[in-house]
């Protein structure tokens, strides 16, 4: 039986205090063919919400496992040796293809694609939307339905994905890894269509953590950065500086500018379960190497802090420094911010505009307190640069593995103990092995 089949379809209303939205329908128990004739903004706005919500379910397991994967961090727990054995591949452990760790992330984004679903059918066939209404939805739900496929494609990589999910009963083939990337591709080219027809204003609110994307066309700059970002892994430098002219890119900007999931403590809300108090016995502990490796005067190196009490030592494993990424259980969580674009821009000019790499990467630098860049200008020189950047400036956001994998560099990723493992890839959930 394929996991995807079981998906529930029903998607869990949890309202966002900042959204002043009101009389929304209660879609738990209703039948997703109420969706299916005129539907109204108000009801299709319970599916707006809806998705905001399933983009924060399961993507803690995701964050944890690309960042441990890539040594950015372990989670040291006493009660699940998972992270700190199979996750690391310790002695002669490997990756569990019924493993939460797996699993969890993998269904996780393919709820909200399944939502989005619903939500592109129930817009399409109402006759209560004007032409800009419709292209609002449709634009807004393409573009999450090719973001969430990247984060399926980031972890599963050579084994492939299924890119159409539509039909839970004939679920398309899983494709390739560059086939997936071109999928993901033109869904973000047919929804940043749709942004363009869709006048000037969305039908539906968002929430806070996305006021900066409110409007077709600033939602369209935070599509063309994810564009960016997947020419960036299809290794195709012009067309990210092309998708990179029409984001929200601003080398002169707020670095931490950007689009985010949104968390909140109020009742009934969803917490950042990402956020760890300091200092416990259960950590978030950074690698070592992070600390090690950083420059002098890094201010980036407050994202992590010096444990009080000292070393915390688990399964052969030791660091001194718990990760604080996110200050509470409110913080958002970038889908994508400026200083990751930044960095796009400076790796995309490395081998064909030295200066403007430079530029970008000296923007970065100032930012984090150090000096302008005087290594080489060659492109091999200027891409270890913007690589180490991206190590400081994107830690703990899910790059790093995936940067050295897509650069040839896993074997430059530190191994703590003899007989470990750095995984290419995490294998097919068991359910899906028939596929």
Known sequence: MKILKYIFLAVLLIPFASCDIEDFPNPNGSS??????DASNSALQTLVTGMEDLLRQEIGFYYDVVSIIGREYYFFTGSDPRFTGEVLGRGDSQLD???FYGTRPYLGRYRTIRTANVLIDGASNSTLLTTEELNGY????RTF????????SNLQFENGIRVDVRDSENLGPFVDYNAALAAIQNLL????TNLNAAGDAFPFNLSAAMEAFSTPQSFLGFNRGIAARVSLYQGNTGEALSNLASSFMDIDGDLMAGAFRFYSTAGGDFANNLFRVPDQADAIIAHPSFVEDALAGDNRLSKVLLRPSGTLQLDDLSGDYDVVRYQSMSDFVPYMRNEELVLIYAEANASSNAGESVRA??????AAGLSDYSGGMDAASLLDEVLFQRRYSLFAEGHRW?????????GSLPIDRAGD?????????VSEAGG
């Open 32 to 37: 997703i063919a109420e969706f299916d004739a």
């Open 97 to 99: 293809n019924a493993g």
């Open 138 to 141: 449709l634009g807004f739900a």
């Open 145 to 152: 339905q090719a973001y969430e496929l990247l984060l399926v």
């Open 189 to 192: 080219s047919e929804a940043a």
């Open 361 to 366: 990467i000296n923007a970065i630098r100032s």
């Open 402 to 410: 995936i940067d050295a994998r897509r650069t040839n560099r896993l």
């Open 421 to 429: 493992d750095v995984w290419v890839q995490l294998p097919r959930p």
